[in-house]
């Protein structure tokens, strides 16, 4: 037995077939490339961060690095400024945030085994070497094609 979410979806589908398809504006097509146009001709500041040069990328970190260790090196100044309060909080959150997986990362790589970590080595060399003896032969099927 079908459902009434079923049937109303069948009665719903029924009725959206039986109208009639409208035409799009003539000036629709017009419109779209305009508003596409205008998006990609925006300065790059108003661009998602990802779409920046790659120079002012990594600028900005920087940038952002000094600013974190300037707020943490004179912190006492800072919260002596009372309008700073908010952001001298988001920088000691950030640090914890960031000590806490660097901590957490290190005792998990040092509770891995040295053997494991031989292991891991000989297989990378091995995948490494088997992948330039992969590509020397292609090479050479391509190179002999001719």
């Not at 080595?121 to 001719?146: D, E």
């Amino acid at each position: 037995m079908a459902e009434p979410e079923d049937k109303l979806a069948e009665e719903l589908d029924r009725e959206l077939k039986r109208l009639p398809d409208l035409p799009a504006p003539e000036s629709i097509a017009a419109n779209v490339l305009s508003t596409i146009k205008r998006w990609e001709s925006r300065p790059w500041w108003q661009r998602s961060w990802f779409e920046w040069p790659m120079t002012l990328r990594y600028a900005s970190i920087g940038l952002f690095i000094v600013a974190l260790f300037g707020i943490h090196h004179f912190g006492a100044d800072v919260e002596a400024h009372g309008a700073l309060q908010p952001l001298l909080a988001v920088v000691r959150a950030f640090e914890a945030v960031v000590m806490l997986t660097i901590s957490t990362a290190g005792s998990w790589l040092a509770s891995i085994p040295l053997w494991v970590w031989g292991v891991l080595t000989v297989s990378a060399a091995m995948a490494w070497t088997c992948s330039i003896g992969v590509f020397a032969v292609c090479y050479q099927l391509i190179r002999t094609r001719k």
